[in-house]
Nanobody, 123 residues
Framework: QVQLVESGGGLVQAGGSLRLSCTASGRTFSSYAMGWFRQAPGKERDFVAAISRSGGSTYYADTVKGRFTISRDNAKDTVYLQMNSLKPEDTAVYYC????????????????WGQGTQVTVSS
């Protein structure tokens, strides 16, 4: 069992930056690939970014590539999402998730989820 807690969300103007954090407790953090997803009101929960267990491989949705960076610190049991050049369409609840195995971009293949943190980008 893994418990995930996100933080760092908030209100920011378009063009601004935020850094989300997700801290894990429970099982060994480095055993899990980690992902970030987001869900806007009335929409599906979509893949944003993922990172391998070691941090050596990262993956991004086309909509955030070049603007967002995922990283992890296994010594701190934490995964980060640095979000730059934010746009109003980035407004959503952001969730981190832990994966034992499976497709990195499929929410169905993640085993544990945090409660989410709201990100609002004003125009």
């Amino acid at each position: 069992q893994v418990q995930l807690v996100e933080s760092g969300g908030g209100l920011v103007q378009a063009g601004g930056s935020l850094r989300l954090s997700c801290t894990a407790s429970g099982r060994t953090f480095s055993s899990y690939a980690m992902g970030w997803f987001r869900q806007a009101p009335g929409k599906e929960r979509d893949f944003v970014a993922a990172i391998s267990r070691s941090g050596g491989s990262t993956y991004y949705a086309d909509t955030v590539k070049g603007r967002f960076t995922i990283s992890r610190d296994n010594a701190k049991d934490t995964v980060y999402l640095q979000m730059n050049s934010l746009k109003p369409e980035d407004t959503a609840v952001y969730y981190c998730a832990a994966q034992i195995s499976g497709s990195y971009d499929s929410k169905l293949h993640y085993n544990y989820w945090g409660q989410g943190t709201q990100v609002t980008v004003s125009s």
